[in-house]
Nanobody, 115 residues
Framework: QVQLVESGGGLVQPGGSLRLSCAAS????????MGWYRQAPGKQRDVVAF???????NYAASVKGRFTISRDNAKNTVFLQMSSLKPEDTAVYYC?????????WGQGTQVTVSS
């Protein structure tokens, strides 16, 4: 079974940076799309960014120019480089992987942007 494990969350000051990682295990398999979502307290889970196996990316308007998604296909790992972080970026960040008609989710990692 596919397992996703996020890492890299933590507390950072406004304007700072964090790099999130998510590794998918349980293969071999070919993952079409991997992405990042986030959920702030009291809010719904929203897409942050996603990336295809070919490297095509899409970003939420709120993070364009600040976040960069990338992936290592050989390692089935997706990354989210977050820069110029704002308090509004505070949320639990989840990674996802789509394959075989299913979407798999990690357990999430907390990102807190605060002084």
């Amino acid at each position: 079974q596919v397992q996703l494990v996020e890492s890299g969350g933590g507390l950072v000051q406004p304007g700072g940076s964090l790099r999130l990682s998510c590794a998918a295990s349980g293969g071999p398999f070919s993952i079409n799309v991997m992405g990042w979502y986030r959920q702030a307290p009291g809010k719904q889970r929203d897409v942050v960014a996603f990336i295809t196996s070919g490297g095509d990316t899409n970003y939420a308007a709120s993070v364009k120019g600040r976040f960069t998604i990338s992936r290592d296909n050989a390692k089935n790992t997706v990354f989210l480089q977050m820069s110029s972080l704002k308090p509004e970026d505070t949320a639990v960040y989840y990674c996802s992987a789509d394959l075989a008609g299913y979407t798999y989710w990690g357990q999430g990692t907390q990102v807190t942007v605060s002084s």
